[in-house]
């Protein structure tokens, strides 16, 4: 089910991708992809790093998108509602130590927030919004 | 807004939702002479326990006469919604109505899939109606004699009819199907079970 609820994040993100995007105007910088692509992560990380990114966006990112347009937010809070339903249930997973962290997942999860604090924070925000479909289509290929 | 500027907040406010599609109704504010208008808006999980409690304004519901909104495509996720509205008179404002508990589309009511089978020639073939993008069938269907080998079929695509099985000539043949929502993780009861028959004359 947390598939499906992916499905719903993405058919969400996928009605304000173009305009979320247009917001951003650093191209030469990548919160999630850089250095590394998150599809160098091992399998046997890959439930730490998942686990990780939804806290960050559910502490870090949705909360500083807040736009002008009422249907962008309205869209917003449903990819964040997604979100929080997913996290609930990864929560488990990780309260039944299935989660564990590695060491790479680690270092790649610290370089993620490196990369969103080395810029303002709503510019971080929405940055890392817009690139909601590089994890979306990481969790599906590598499922 | 003065004192007397105060309206009456909407009553009975309450969610009708089947089939993933979901909306509040309430009772109308009844003013002599005047139109009243409504505002909804909504607040969902995420929003009370990340973004401060705030609520969110649907504008498809904002000023509106009717005493009824849509709110399908805001409760997009399966976590508990808050949902409020208040009433409008020019500069006079009611205070909110809320929705008494929280409703999440997990309790939505689901209902057996409209279905129709067919007998095309030798073809057992089911035409089952899009129900929107959460819905799966579950399709059961079974040669009805000698015996009851029971085959079931999981159908996502109804776009077009579909194709269940090869029958035996003469043979009848039964079909029933109930839908699946995977975000829910439920199903409804069965439609009313369809028997037809195969062309030709049965071998003795």
Redesign the interface.
Known sequence: RILMSVTEIRSGFTAIKANIQARDPIRTLSILSHPQSLHKVKSSDRCCIIHNLFNFYMDKVFKHCQTEDSYINRKISSIANSFLSIKKKLEQCHNQNKCLCGQESTEKFKQILANYEGLNITSAAIKSLGELDILLDWMEKSR | LGEDALLPSPQNISILSTNMRHFLTWSPVTIQGETVRYSVE?Q????R???NESW????ECSLITATVCNIT??I????A?NLRVRADIGARRSQWGTLKGFFNRITTSLTPPPMKVIADGYHLLVELKDMG??FQFCVLYWKKEPYWLMQWKMVKDVSSTVHLDTMEAGHDYCVKAQTYV??I?RSSSFSQTQCVRAQGGRSL
Do not use: K, L, M
């Not at chain 2, 969902?44 to 929003?47: A, N, R, V």
């Not at chain 2, 997009?76 to 976590?79: D, L, Q």
């Open positions: 909504f969902g999980e995420y929003e326990e990340y973004a969110i304004p649907i504008c495509e805001d997009s996720a399966t976590v919604y993008p959460a995977e975000t993780n």
